[in-house]
């Protein structure tokens, strides 16, 4: 296994900048999620590290040596991708095994690691069938297997999960968290669901516009983001519009809400729609901000509901367990009410 570390890493296609002065670190044996939306630069720094694009300017690093100018071949790396790419002619034992066939690792050999590697994805007994005798899940289970059979330093994920339906996709989050704790392998996963970076992963990165707007343990980042960006993209936020003043907020409308008192200088707050409470009557307390508003509509969703409430124009979201969410009429008036302390401070761009 091995840390990698990108360093400045510059990609550009002609007037298109897809990386821009990047640097980033991945500790050994961790799982780590590029999240960002289209565009960003996560699947273009992903391709990079592996070897089948090569920077402009910048370098990347395994295991302390540099491997900017190294073909893919020769990287070390297991790559799976999201469409993965199985050989629909070969058996499942026979795609896991290529890599080691390509490598020249004798017979028994590659039957000894196959065969580990089917008990691993909890596929031992279908080694025989062909990719079109599986399911969906069972083929991204073979793509796993295939990656990780040459025992490689650095595992690749380019939005693997992506195919797969939502309940399936859970159950695969779940084995592939597994899977990647039990060999203990380097992971970079790209993805688009912000929900699946945070379950996954021990860090994460946040991407736009080719830079690293923000990185760090999951938790640290959705409960401190940097910017509104990371705090609308990483999970929903809802903004407060309006000054500081002093320890207060104050909203366009006049009214005083209390701050956290945190160092710094901010330039936005916002809250989460978990961290707001609905109510038909003001709740009271030390470091309890409570608003009026007017409920518009309320989303049943199984154990979750979301309600929408209406302020001065502003929607707020309201988040909770479906038989925690008060039944109070649409169209009623509200109270929502927070903690003072989750306020999301935003720090103020130098």
């Known amino acids: ?57 910048g370098a990347v690093c395994i295991g302390g040596q540099p491997v900017s100018a190294v073909p893919v071949e020769k990287r070390d790396v297991g790559m799976m991708f999201q469409n993965y790419a199985l050989f629909p002619n070969m058996t499942v034992a026979d795609n896991i095994g290529f890599g080691l ?57 380019d939005e693997p999960l992506s195919a797969l339906d939502k309940a399936l996709r859970i159950d695969m ?41 923000q990185s760090g343990p999951p938790r640290d980042v959705y409960n401190a983001p940097q910017d509104l960006f990371t705090a609308g993209f990483l999970g929903d936020a809802n903004l407060l519009e309006g000054h500081a003043d002093g320890t207060h907020l104050v909203l366009t409308d006049g009214t005083r809400i209390e701050l956290p008192v945190r160092p710094g200088v ?50 707020f979201k309201v988040v909770a367990r479906d038989r925690d969410m008060p039944d109070l009429p649409e169209n009623g008036e509200v109270w929502l009410s927070w903690d003072r302390d989750s306020t999301l401070t935003i720090p103020h761009a130098s």
């Open 266 to 315: 901010f330039e936005a707050f916002a809250v989460r729609p978990e961290s707001l409470t609905l109510s038909a009557d003001r709740p009271r307390g030390a470091g309890i901000n409570a608003i009026p508003a007017v409920l518009r509509q309320r989303i049943f969703a199984g154990a979750m509901a979301t309600c929408i409430a209406e302020r001065a124009g502003q929607s």
């Open 173 to 213: 989050q779940i084995e592939l968290k597994r899977i990647q704790r039990e060999i203990g392998i380097t992971t970079i996963f790209v993805t688009h669901d912000q929900e699946e970076a945070m379950t996954l992963s021990d860090r994460i990165g946040i991407l736009r516009a080719g830079r690293v707007v």
């Open 1 to 57: 296994m091995a840390h990698v570390d990108v360093t400045n890493l510059t990609k550009t296609f002609g007037t298109f900048t897809a990386l821009d002065d990047v640097t980033m670190d991945f500790p050994d044996g961790g799982f780590f999620a590029l999240l960002g939306p289209s565009g960003s630069g996560k699947t273009t720094l992903l391709r990079t590290i592996a070897g089948f694009l090569f920077p402009d300017r």
């Open 101 to 157: 066939r390509v490598r020249r690792v004798g017979a028994a050999e590659e039957r000894r690691r196959v065969g580990a590697a089917l008990e691993l994805v909890q596929l031992g007994d279908l080694g025989n069938r062909r990719p079109h005798q599986l399911s969906g899940g069972q083929r991204q289970r073979v793509a796993l297997a295939r990656a990780i059979v040459t025992n490689p330093r650095v595992l690749l994920l």
